[in-house]
């Protein structure tokens, strides 16, 4: 199988929120040699004591199967959804970008922020971090443009997902 074959897939789990849980389900991942792309766990429930796990990670036709059919089968998942197939959805990544410069590489910086739409939350004479919301490729693409103007450190949410519409996971 080559790498042209892969498709990314943002896949929501509903699970019971207790100890273990995601430990569970990030080891059959890594056990069976599945890569994760990104991954944020949150509790969405506090009184059924639910919590949604999203992973984005690649994959054939067949391994993506694969992958939601083990999800399922494990104890403390109630549901799994597929969002790239089962429904449409609105996906969004946050990060913090810190960027050191001065002089001219400062008023690029805030030049190329301002057309991203990413707000300065920390500044100093030295100094900015930037607040970036959007899709990955959106915050791929600042953090690309900020290499050149003294990129330094950089610190990502992982991908958060929903369907549009008004059903629920």
């Known amino acids: 199988m080559t790498n042209a074959e892969e498709n990314q897939h943002t896949i929501c789990i509903l699970v019971d929120n207790e100890p273990g849980v995601l ?3 990030v080891g059959l991942f890594s056990g069976r040699g599945y890569n994760i792309n990104s991954l944020t766990v949150a509790e969405i429930n506090l009184t059924d004591s639910l919590s949604r796990i999203t992973v984005v990670t690649a994959g054939t036709p067949m391994i993506i199967e694969q992958i939601k059919a083990q999800l399922g089968r494990l104890v403390p998942v109630h549901r799994v959804i597929d969002l790239t197939l089962e429904a449409p959805h609105v996906e969004r990544e ?5 960027v050191v410069g001065k002089g001219n590489s400062r008023v690029e910086a805030l030049r190329i922020a301002d057309i991203f739409r990413a707000r300065v939350v920390d500044s100093t004479n ?7 919301v959007g899709n990955t490729g959106k915050v791929n693409a600042f953090v690309d443009l900020m290499q050149s103007l003294g990129l330094v450190d950089v610190s990502r949410t992982g ?11």
């Not at 946050?94 to 810190?98: D, G």
């Not at 991908?159 to 629920?168: C, D, E, F, K, N």
């Open 159 to 169: 991908v958060v997902a929903i369907a549009r519409g008004t059903s629920a996971l």
């Open 23 to 25: 430990a569970r389900v």
């Open 94 to 98: 946050l990060a913090l970008i810190k």
């Open 126 to 132: 030295k100094s900015f971090v930037f607040e970036i």
